[in-house]
């Protein structure tokens, strides 16, 4: 292992500083890397002096790789088609299947180097059949195998991930005792490209809007007037500008008719949960029922779940609990233990 190479994705955040310095004393040879996926000019501009003030505290050298036209196309184009289709997509999901991954991989073989690494919070271990399987993080509130799940077999093997055994707190702290100088930077709670978290003002200057429709019940009963489709998500109570008598929710969106639908809390579960684009990952492809716990959104915790495997990549997952607030769009992600067994996207609940 003594001088392995190996090419850290560093983001200018405390994680990615710290991944680079636990390596760097476990006898790695590392370089930092900052790729650029988007175009904030102010944004990057800080990352970068971030990343590199880091980069010559530890003594590496850092390279910079400009890979914003494949991001605007894999997962800026790709979330205002989705909001288009009436979907709630995860941007960071499609960003490390297409863009964040493959790029540290492609950089990586540029200079020889046989790993990459990152700071999620996540871990990887050997897994059956001669797998890499993906857990769990230690920091089970700052988990991030949800996001990882569509990682192919080939991109797992070479991937390093030196906080994944650690808590946040631990990171900052091995930080500060070594003098980097994002040891307190705040995390961002943001999707990057939408700094300020108002995705729907995003679309509408990209011209990635719907036209206004009508709000209606169940039962086929107009509400009032929505706004455009991409301004609502499931669940959503607050703004919706309708009056009923009783607390509303929206429950689905209908494209057929640009219709947003509310009803009562009630009607936000959902057990059954079908999901395509289904990715096995420390499991190889099964093929009978497969006793499991899922969830359908990065925030919420996991139930316990059957999974029935379908043709052409899909699953159908039947939850022994309802689950509120299914998200066509988002992705579920099942696990068996502590290991990432596979996940899609939802296509429907109910």
């Not at 059949?129 to 230690?138: E, F, S």
């Not at 093997?157 to 707190?169: E, H, Y």
């Not at 980097?180 to 995390?187: F, T």
Request: aromatic share 8%; charged share 20%.
């Amino acid at each position: 292992m003594a001088q392995e190479q190996v090419l850290v994705g560093m983001s200018g955040g405390v994680d990615s500083a710290a991944a680079a310095a636990l390596l760097l004393e476990q006898g790695y040879q590392v370089t930092g890397c900052l790729l650029r996926l988007h175009s904030d000019p102010e944004n990057y501009a800080q990352a970068a002096a971030d990343a590199q003030a880091v980069a010559d505290k530890l003594g590496i050298p850092l390279l910079q790789a400009d890979y914003s036209t494949l991001f605007h196309q894999q997962v800026m184009d790709y979330f205002a088609r989705s909001y288009q289709a009436g979907l709630t997509p995860n941007p960071c999901v499609q960003c490390n299947r297409y863009v964040k991954f493959v790029t540290l991989c492609r950089e990586a073989d540029a200079i020889g180097a046989r790993y990459i690494a990152t700071g999620h919070y996540a871990l990887t271990a050997s897994g059956s059949g001669g797998r890499t399987a993906l857990l769990r993080g230690a920091d089970q509130q700052k988990d991030q195998s949800y996001f990882l799940y569509p990682l192919s077999q080939e991109v797992l093997g070479r991937l390093l991930l030196p906080v994944g055994g650690l808590t946040k707190a631990q990171v900052r702290q091995l930080a500060e005792e070594r003098g980097l100088v994002n040891a307190r930077k705040r995390d961002s709670q943001d999707i990057c490209f939408i700094p300020d978290g108002d995705y729907g003002a995003v679309l509408a200057s990209w011209g990635a809007v719907s036209q206004p429709g009508n709000f209606q019940d169940i039962q086929g009963h107009i509400l009032g007037q929505h706004q455009g489709l991409e301004r609502y998500t499931i669940g959503q109570r607050r703004g919706l500008g309708v009056s009923g008598g009783r607390p509303l929710y929206v429950v689905r969106k209908d494209l057929a008719i640009n219709a947003v639908i509310l009803g009562d809390e009630t009607d936000l579960y959902s057990r059954t949960v079908w999901a395509e684009d289904f990715q096995w990952v420390s499991l190889p492809p099964q093929a009978a029922p497969l006793a499991v716990t899922a969830k359908t959104r990065y925030s919420q915790s996991e139930a316990a779940a059957t999974l029935y495997p379908m043709d052409d990549n899909r699953v159908r997952v039947v939850f022994d609990t309802p689950q509120r607030a299914v998200t066509p769009g988002q992705s579920l992600v099942v696990y068996v233990g502590d290991a990432v067994a596979g996940g899609g996207i939802i296509s429907r609940g109910e």
